[in-house]
């Protein structure tokens, strides 16, 4: 009730100021301001330094060698979020308000990432420079003189969008991950494009950040501290809608037009929001640290030295479970709610424990530090400078599993007991390598397998390209495509190979076949960007003419060609050597 009351006030003094019937004249205020601490801490309880601070794209600072970002002179409610390369963090984000004294952010370092290459170039295959690539409402960067531009330590998969004002690109999106980490997007220069400002505010008139702006499910941009975004390179009528968590918004979407400059939003926070502050302590009254708090079945924080931790944000009742490896609690889990507050645990012993001291070195015999060591999913130890950690608190049997960013291990993981005292794991640095598969022309030859001493790896994209990850150690690399020949027909590769290149010619045995897709049966135009397959593996991509040149055939080799939204006849065509060149059209729908 409480909650539907404040919302009701709220929308009648908005009310009340667009109809001009409330002033307030005359009176000076102070504006009171207030102070907040925010803190980063590893999932082991270490502090995180580096971690930039961000209030929408604003950022406000970065947190110090303990992990802390002291703000002062705050005067309103907002949201912050947290970045680090190679992290992500529980929660991703917090409000902010003038109870809020300290706020804790839990990060995990990711020791597996990944790169992609993102290439754009004009439909004459031209490099397209200063093409900005996004990701959700951010801009990540721009691409270089060669059309490229590559980002690195990423963990999930990641959507990306190119912008650049007068151009429209095919695809829209794309979304990137480890095994889909070169791609490419084709531009055209449009006659006309347009941007849209949207302008995001509460019942009082403050701008509200942090909000995020769609059109479908693809988000375009994200409010800054006042409450505006800018949707670039609009190519005709869009829908936009805006969300933000803990509000709603009024209308629910607007169409935003060439003539419509500025579009508007209003939002109304629909959330409240509390904090729990809890204590383990063992059977003798002392704490117990890294006690792990799950809130339906996430892991959302852990107790610090002292054996404490606030629990923060949350919106409703919730049961949070206390655990940690060899330990049972009581109670086993709690409902809280808004007027909890505080509450204690005990946790109490179940087994006993005992430390391993875990080397990592590579193979030269050298340290390799900061190699994190796990226990299933959890990190248990980093090891320093010298290549070493001690794990502690362990039980009979644990298996402990070494992971660094481009590192492999040998063995992959041990299993320790009580009696091993010390163990050492041998690594050896990963690599990358671009492989580039062009004909005597320069021509792309795509769906070229490679081979890694003798297991295949990878096969080139349309562009006759391909990226090797996860590379040790010198390794033989051959490719491979029925009908060519190639020079050098393979090459040794190590970690000092930046770019292996291999030249195609068809064997003398095979034939060429011209694919033509035209947009009719007679002096018809070329459809440019269709894929051809060769039993179903791609060889190519028509031009702006419409065709392409298929080298290297043989014996009765099916072709056929696909391009998103299209249907083509025949649906496919049987070649042999007699053959100097086939034709596709659109079906008729």
């Given at each position: 009730m409480r909650r539907n009351q404040t919302a009701l006030l709220v929308l009648l003094l908005f009310t009340l100021v667009l109809s001009g019937c409330m002033s307030i004249a005359g009176v000076g205020t102070e504006t009171e301001t207030f102070s907040v601490t925010v803190e980063v801490q590893s999932d082991t309880g270490s502090a995180v330094p580096g971690v930039t601070v961000y209030e929408g794209d604003s950022v406000i600072g970065v947190t110090n060698s303990p992990g802390v970002l002291e703000v002062r002179g705050l005067t309103r409610s907002t949201t912050y979020q947290v970045e680090k390369l190679?992290?992500?963090?529980?929660?991703?984000?917090?409000?902010?308000?003038?109870?809020?004294?300290?706020?804790?952010?839990?990060?995990?370092?990711a020791t597996d990432t990944y790169s992609a290459v993102i290439r754009v170039q004009d439909v004459d295959r031209n490099p397209v420079p200063n093409v900005s690539i996004a990701r959700g409402g951010f801009t990540l960067g721009a691409t270089d003189d060669t059309g490229t531009f590559t980002i690195s330590g990423l963990v999930d998969p990641e959507v990306v969008f190119p912008i650049k004002s007068g151009w429209a690109f095919f695809p829209e999106e794309i979304q990137i991950s480890r095994t889909n980490n070169n791609v490419l997007f084709t531009g055209q220069e449009t006659e006309f494009t347009f941007d849209v400002v949207v302008e995001v505010r509460d019942g009082a008139g403050a701008g509200i950040n942090n909000v995020l702006v769609y059109s479908g499910d693809r988000q375009l941009a994200r409010t800054g501290n006042d409450g505006l975004a800018t949707v670039r390179a609009l190519t005709g009528p869009t829908n936009l809608r805006v969300e933000r968590a803990g509000w709603v918004f009024t209308p629910d979407s607007v169409v935003a037009?060439?003539?419509?400059?500025t579009v508007f939003f209003t939002g109304l926070r629909e959330i409240?929001?509390?904090d729990v502050s809890v204590r383990v302590v063992d059977i003798f009254g002392d704490p117990v640290n890294r006690v792990s708090f799950s809130v339906d079945g996430n892991i959302v924080a852990f107790t610090d030295s002292d054996g404490e931790v606030v629990l923060r944000n949350f919106s409703e009742p919730k049961t949070i479970v206390p655990s940690k490896e060899d330990w049972r609690f009581d109670p086993p889990s709690l409902l809280v709610n808004e007027d909890t507050g505080f509450v204690e645990f005990e946790a109490i012993p179940i087994a006993p424990s005992f430390d391993v001291l875990i080397r990592a070195e590579d193979e030269q015999g050298q340290p390799i530090p900061g190699v994190s060591l796990f226990i299933g999913e959890t990190v248990v130890g980093i090891t320093d400078s010298q290549g070493e950690a001690a794990v502690v608190d362990l039980k009979e049997s644990t298996v402990i599993r070494p992971a660094k960013s481009s590192w492999t291990f040998n063995p992959e993981h041990f299993q320790v007991t009580q009696n091993t005292g010390s163990f050492t794991f041998t690594g050896a640095k990963e690599y990358q390598l671009q492989v580039?598969?062009?004909?005597?022309?320069?021509?792309?030859?795509?769906?070229?397998?490679?081979?890694?001493?003798?297991?295949?790896?990878?096969?080139?994209?349309?562009?006759g390209y391909a990226l090797l990850t996860g590379l040790t150690g010198p390794q033989e690399l051959r490719p491979q495509k029925a009908g060519w020949n190639f020079d050098p027909v393979f090459e040794n590769v190590d970690s000092t190979t930046q770019l292996s290149s291999f030249v195609g010619t068809p064997r003398p045995d095979s034939f060429t076949v011209t694919v033509n897709v035209l947009d009719g049966d007679i002096g018809g135009s070329g459809i440019f960007g269709v894929s051809v397959f060769v039993d179903g593996a791609l060889a190519g991509m028509t031009g702006t003419d419409g065709s392409v040149d298929v080298r290297g055939l043989l014996g009765t080799p099916t072709i056929t060609v696909a391009k998103d939204g299209w249907q083509f006849q025949p649906a496919s065509v049987q070649v042999d050597k007699t053959f100097m060149e086939v034709n596709f059209t659109p079906a008729v729908q």
């Open positions: 190679n992290w992500t963090f529980n929660p991703d984000s917090q409000p902010i308000r003038a109870t809020s004294s300290t706020v804790t952010f839990t990060g995990v370092e037009t060439e003539d419509t400059p409240d929001f509390f580039a598969v062009l004909d005597e022309l320069g021509n792309p030859i795509p769906s070229t397998e490679l081979y890694l001493d003798s297991i295949l790896k990878k096969a080139t994209d349309s562009d």
